[in-house]
């Protein structure tokens, strides 16, 4: 084929219909936006399954708690631990164990508070709201549920 411009030559750069040299890279670039945009959907479903996939678990037994006290358990199947209290006769709640001034394991109770030994910080048995020292945050708090004598915790 020569070229259309009839300059003679077979092969003719200076007349050969040329893709802006950007073209390709706009291209690439376009196709790398829209990888990321993918991703980041993937990465929001992904993120919207993991959300979804709460699970309720049987945490312990009314009566493994007297009223005023508290039990750390761990959740069957799992290496999830909580701490379980019992404020009165009627409720149990759900927390994470750790404190979360330095990630340590609560140590104890102490009438209504949830005790960390290492600095000192405290939290309420109800509602896992810091009532002294330096922790900055209350204890994650997990959904509990009573029946029968199962005490149910959805994580
Ligand atoms: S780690 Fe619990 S009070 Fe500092």
Do not use: W
Not at 129 to 153: E, I, N, Y
């Amino acid at each position: 084929m020569t070229c259309e411009n009839l300059c003679g030559t077979v092969v003719c750069e200076e007349h050969a219909p040329q893709e802006p040299k950007n073209a390709l890279l706009s291209r690439r670039g376009l196709l790398g936006a829209f990888a990321g945009v993918a991703a980041t959907i993937g990465f929001t479903a992904l993120g919207g399954s993991a959300m979804a996939a709460s699970k309720t678990y049987i945490a312990c037994k009314t009566t493994d708690i007297k009223v005023g006290g508290a039990k750390l358990v761990t959740l069957a199947g799992t290496t999830v631990q909580l701490v379980i209290t019992r404020p009165n006769n009627t409720s149990y709640h759900a927390f994470s164990p750790y404190c979360t001034h330095r990630m340590t394991m609560l140590s104890g109770i102490s009438g209504t508070n949830l005790i960390c030994q290492r600095h000192g910080a405290s939290y309420n048995t109800t509602t896992g709201a810091v009532t002294g020292g330096p922790a900055p945050t209350p204890l994650k708090r997990f959904a509990t549920t009573v029946s029968g004598t199962s005490v149910k915790v959805t994580v």
